[in-house]
Structures are given as C-alpha cells and as structure tokens.
C-alpha cells in the first residue's frame, strides 16, 4: 500500500506562509494524481488543489493566487505553498494520492492567528 506522510503544519500569523509536504512511498505509480484537502470545523470538506504526474494542476477559488501546489516526482512528494493566508485558512489539511486507488495522510493542522 501507499503510505503517506505529512508535514509542515502549525501556527502562522495573517499575511504570513507556510509550505505543507507530503511524502508518498517508494512504491507509487507513475502516472498519478496527488493533492490537498482541508477540513474546517462548521464547513464541508473541500478540495484545496491537485496535480498530475504530468504537473497539471487545479486549485479551489478561495485559495487561487495565493496557494501553490508543487511536486517533485524523484522524491515522491507534492508541496503545498501557502501565501497570504488568512484566518479562514485555518483547517486540518490531508494529503492524498490517487493511481487507481484513492489513499490519505494522517492530516495535518494549521492554524492562522494573530
């Protein structure tokens, strides 16, 4: 099975950045999708961003110009760069990884607050 681990999470300030990573094992498929949900409590679950193996990417409104989802495919790991974030950002974020089934990370929590 396809593990993967977080990492990257904890307390920004508003205005402020910080970059989540996810490292997926040795064991992968190629061909690919990764990316990010967040879960807020009060809110639904949404989809944050994803990428291909091919480096497509597609990302969530309220997140677009200022978040930036990256891989690098010799390390198996996606990134995700968060610019600007704002208060409503706050959420426990997971990684996932689709190559004909679908697995999560652990999640991990961010916190923007001043």
């Known amino acids: 099975q396809v593990q993967l681990v977080e990492s990257g999470g904890g307390l920004v300030q508003p205005g402020g950045s910080l970059r989540l990573s996810c490292a997926a094992s040795?064991?992968?498929?190629?061909?690919?999708?990764m990316g990010w949900y967040r879960r807020a409590p009060g809110k639904q679950r949404e989809l944050v961003a994803t990428?291909?193996?091919?480096?497509?990417?597609n990302y969530a409104d309220s997140v677009k110009g200022r978040f930036t989802i990256s891989r690098d495919n010799a390390k198996n790991t996606v990134y995700l760069q968060m610019n600007s974030v704002k208060p409503e950002d706050t959420a426990v974020y997971y990684c996932?990884?689709?190559?004909?089934?679908?697995?999560w990370g652990q999640g991990t929590q961010v916190t923007v607050s001043s």
């Open positions: 996932y990884y689709f190559g004909g089934e679908v697995y």
């Open positions: 040795s064991t992968i498929f190629r061909f690919n999708a």
């Open positions: 990428i291909t193996s091919g480096r497509s990417t």
